[in-house]
Each structure stands twice: as C-alpha cells, then as structure tokens.
C-alpha cells in the first residue's frame, strides 16, 4: 500500500497569504488528522475529519481550517499567514474511527516557510 | 487538561549503556500511551503502545498510573536508536504529543 501523502512538500509564502495543503491517505483510511511540528512545541493537533465530517479541533485559531472529501482525500488551510504559522505541517491516517484508538501512519509533510 | 511532558530535549548516551526517556502526563479519563519515533530522514511512526505489553526493538514503556509516567526504556542502547522520540497520550479521541526528546547514541 502506498503509504500517505502529502503535497506540496515545500512552499513559502509571505504574511497576509493564504495557503492549502493536501493530504492523501493509505488506501482504505477513512480518518485523517492534521498536525503542526514546531522546534520546542513538538507536535500540535489540528484537527481530525472522519466521513467528510471534522470530529474534532485543536486550540488554533480560526485562520486554520480543512476539509475532507468524499475519498478520504483532505485539505487544510490557513488564512492571512503569519511568522508564527512557518512550520513542518504533518498529516496522518488511520484505520479506526474517532474513539477508536490504534496507530497512526504519518505523511512527510509539508514545510511552510512564511517571511 | 490532557498534558504530556517530556522533560528532556536532548539525551546522549554511549552505546551499550541503558537508556530511559522519560514521559509524565496529566490527564482525566482513561488514556492510552503510545511511542511514536522518526529516525533521521524518516517518517513519524509507531513504536509502542502501552496496551499491547510488547516489546519493540528493545524498547519497553511501563504505565504508571500512580506516578502517571510512561518511561521508554532500553537496556543496551545502540547506534541505530539515535532519533526523535515522541510520548503521546490518546485521550476524548485527541492525541497530544509531547515536544520529544532526541536520542543521541554515541560510539
């Protein structure tokens, strides 16, 4: 199976734009969750969509949103970029439904450079 | 609140020597504890988690309740376990991650 995926691997942009990440999961995961790794904060949920519907959301402001698609494909977005917001931005996959815990299977990223 | 601590940025040890990574969390629920690891140039992924009792690679994490720690331990560390270490707590079907302690094993 072709593991998760995720597009662009790396872009900048500058404060006051706007950009949209994607996700593509293995094959036959129907939930995807979104993260952002920092240097010193580690890994910081974001959100997580099941059915094309968010279950649930991390403390970041509404600048961040997502979506998912009809093929377990997902998106996420941020609105009026800032300094803080440059950051690795890691997508993950799994099997299980929300409440239903087991292992997490991680994309490479996308690093965002925002000057 | 859901809070995983790991207290070390950065650990080093000789190869061969035992290594403990150390983890606390803070919790309310029943929560379940993973490792998640990412060796150089590789992705994020499963280690161990706490209700499977296993042991990968060498490693092994005993669930504290009472101290509520989940420490990572390996009796002979080698070379090949440098890396990022990630303790993470699943927990009202989040996951929070702790902001991970880098293994350095030296020659």
């Known amino acids: 199976k072709a593991g998760v995926t995720q597009t662009p691997r790396y872009l900048i942009k500058t404060r006051g734009q706007q950009v949209t990440l994607s996700c593509s999961p293995i094959?036959?995961?129907?939930?995807v969750s979104w993260y952002q790794q920092t240097p010193g904060q580690g890994l910081q949920f974001l959100f997580e969509?099941?059915?094309?519907?968010?279950?649930n959301k991390g403390n970041f402001p509404g600048r961040f949103s997502g979506r998912q698609f009809s093929n377990s494909r997902s998106e996420m977005n941020v609105s009026t970029l800032e300094l803080g917001d440059s950051a690795l931005y890691l997508c993950?996959?799994?099997?299980?439904?929300?409440?239903?815990?087991?292992?997490?299977?991680f994309g490479e990223g996308s690093r965002l450079t925002v000057l | 609140a859901q809070r995983v601590t790991q207290p070390e940025k950065l650990l080093s040890v000789f190869k061969g020597a035992p290594v403990e990574l150390k983890c606390n969390y803070s919790?309310?629920?029943?929560?379940?504890l993973f490792w998640y690891v990412q060796y150089s140039r590789q992705r994020l992924q499963l280690l161990l988690r706490h209700i499977s009792r296993e042991s990968i690679k060498g490693f092994t994490a005993d669930l504290n309740k009472g101290e509520t720690s989940f420490h990572l331990k390996k009796p002979f560390a080698q070379e090949e376990d440098s890396a990022m270490y990630y303790c993470s707590l699943y927990n009202f079907n989040k996951f929070y991650f702790g902001s991970g302690t880098k293994l350095n094993v030296k020659p």
């Open positions: 969509y099941f059915s094309e519907t968010q279950r």
């Open positions: 919790y309310s629920g029943s929560p379940e």
């Open positions: 094959s036959g995961h129907r939930s």
């Open positions: 993950a996959s799994s099997p299980h439904a929300p409440g239903g815990t087991g292992e997490l299977f």
